[in-house]
T-cell receptor, first 114, second 111 residues
Framework: EAQVTQNPRYLITVTGKKLTVTCSQN?????MSWYRQDPGLGLRQIYY???????DKGDVPEGYKVSRKEKRNFPLILESPSPNQTSLYFC?????????????FGPGTRLTVL | GDSVTQMEGPVTLSEEAFLTINCTYT??????LFWYVQYPGEGLQLLLK?????DKGSNKGFEATYRKETTSFHLEKGSVQVSDSAVYFC??????????FGQGTTLQVKP
């Protein structure tokens, strides 16, 4: 089954404790990205990657890091989480050459930073 | 820059009522347009799409027509069900591949 998986689905942590949210896709997509969803603000892109070893900032990259060492994986790293990073996070992937540019989303990771 | 504006919710309807969720966009050129749906506790799923002017996307009884003259892509369904209760997002792709979303419209359908 074609899918995007994220782990963990739920995470409660404390300020300053480094964490990683994993994302993996099995569709051989070149393009992957991370969004956060906040009430009243909709979905905003954090980082994206056009291919292996190619990453770039989205609209709200502060406080986050990413890496793309393999095509299928795109982990999101919070080196020192703060309460304002409490949010619902989604990973997405697509094939940029697809004229529809449809993106496939993971199930989401709900993060709470105390 | 490119943007998407959706009607604010929440929208509360009775089962079998007619649904319209308005979406207008600002974009350079004529991008594809999408409606995504987010059911409670789940990720976003593509509901329907249109790739050029006057295209009509449809799925699960929902329809939306790409109107270039009014820069709109309104979502409609003739008879909603309780199972349609969800958050609906209108979106268009940017040239970096990012999806530009509207704010989302929450739909609640009551029996």
């Amino acid at each position: 089954e074609a899918q995007v998986t994220q782990n963990p689905r739920y995470l409660i942590t404390v300020t300053g404790k480094k964490l990683t949210v994993t994302c993996s896709q099995n569709m051989n997509h070149e393009y992957m990205s991370w969004y956060r969803q906040d009430p009243g603000l909709g979905l905003r892109q954090i980082y994206y990657s056009m291919n292996v070893e190619v990453t770039d900032k989205g609209d709200v990259p502060e406080g986050y890091k990413v890496s793309r060492k393999e095509k299928r994986n795109f982990p999101l790293i919070l080196e020192s989480p703060s309460p304002n990073q409490t949010s619902l996070y989604f990973c997405a992937s697509s094939t940029p050459g697809d004229r529809y540019n449809e993106q496939f989303f993971g199930p989401g990771t709900r993060l709470t930073v105390l | 820059g490119d943007s998407v504006t959706q009607m604010e919710g929440p929208v509360t309807l009775s089962e079998e009522a007619f649904l319209t969720i308005n979406c207008t966009y600002t974009a350079t050129g004529y991008p594809s347009l999408f409606w995504y749906v987010q059911y409670p506790g789940e990720g976003l799923q593509l509901l329907l799409k249109a790739t050029k002017a006057d295209d009509k996307g449809s799925n699960k009884g929902f329809e939306a027509t790409y109107r270039k003259e009014t820069t709109s892509f309104h979502l409609e369904k003739g008879s909603v069900q309780v199972s349609d209760s969800a958050v609906y997002f209108c979106a268009l792709p940017s040239n970096t591949g990012k999806l530009i979303f509207g704010q989302g419209t929450t739909l609640q359908v009551k029996p």
